[in-house]
């Protein structure tokens, strides 16, 4: 949201923001909700109550600040409650999880996320997986790009692969279950070995990160494991640029930006085969698709990347390539701006 919100910004648009948390954001007005829980939690009067505090207390922010319109992210919360209050124009961008995830996990997440589809005036997917799961619930004013990353800054400051990096493995998704961290986890002493000189970053926050440096303890290599905790992501390149290869054990994904950010600074990605990844790697070609879960097959991609240092070296420039071809953030955000002038005039 910030960087969507700072693009916007310095183009001299006026942007708020709603939402659950609060924050700060240089420039930027942000208007928060908070939970809106009722002080006796009973389970479907409180989801009900919730969601219409929310809607009143959204309303009436929208009455003081008048926005030309308005974009939610995130089909299921964010998305559902923009369609509740029939405000337009209706700016709707999935981000993944509520397609591939909540969709299909009970009756009501299906609900609010049907709702959002159809309430949205224009739709934006971050990935041709997602949109193709969407098409059978909006075929119209449905766009496929993800917002992108900025290429500027996530690059690699040195063009070769230097000892310290050489070795260096780095995940930086969340330690929560969701994106199974755990399977990283379980393969680093495998890696070890066979590579003893590897070393291992882990970049954020999560439920699962006691357990998981607990668990390296355990296994005797404490001192080859780095966990780094929550980075900011303006320092993000500072530390994938620490690494030559990223990894990433998520069962879902759209088109994840962490990837993204990884490719655009040069590193080699071992990833989930799954239909997001596919979209940007090929398998032995710029990166290496492994089986969800697969604790042994991870291990070998890996170990093949550390062996593999000319498959590795010629990665460098093909995924910058990719990135800056079809995810520059510059480039993106300018074609939403065309579709937000779009939608408002023909909501005029």
Known sequence: MVKWAQYFAKKNHRVSIISDVENEVDGIEIFTVGACLPRLDIRCLSATYQIYKKRKT????LQRIKPDLIHAHYATNYGFLAAILGYRPFILTLHGSDILVDYSRDMLSKFFVTCALKKADVVTSPSKTITQKVLPLRASKLYTFQYGIDTNKFCRFKGVLTPDKEKTVISTRHLTDTYDVKTFINAIPLILDKVPDARFLIVGEGGKRRFFETEVK????????????AIPNEKMPDVLNR?????STSPSDG??????????????????????????????????????????????????????????????????????????????LAKMEDIYLEAILQNW
């Open 243 to 247: 690494a030559s290869i990223y990894v």
């Open 58 to 61: 959204i309303k009436e922010i």
């Open 255 to 332: 088109l994840s930006i962490s990837l993204l950010e990884a490719m655009s600074c040069g590193l080699f990605p071992v990833a989930t085969n799954i239909p997001g990844n596919r979209e940007v790697i090929h398998d032995g070609v710029n990166g290496i698709l492994f089986p969800v879960g697969d604790v042994s097959k991870l291990t070998e991609a890996i170990v093949s990347a550390f062996k593999n240092k000319d498959m590795v070296l010629s990665a460098l420039s093909r995924n910058r390539a990719v990135v800056e071809d079809r995810f520059s953030l510059e480039r993106n």
């Open 218 to 229: 355990k296994m005797g290599y404490p001192e080859r494991v780095e966990f780094l905790g």
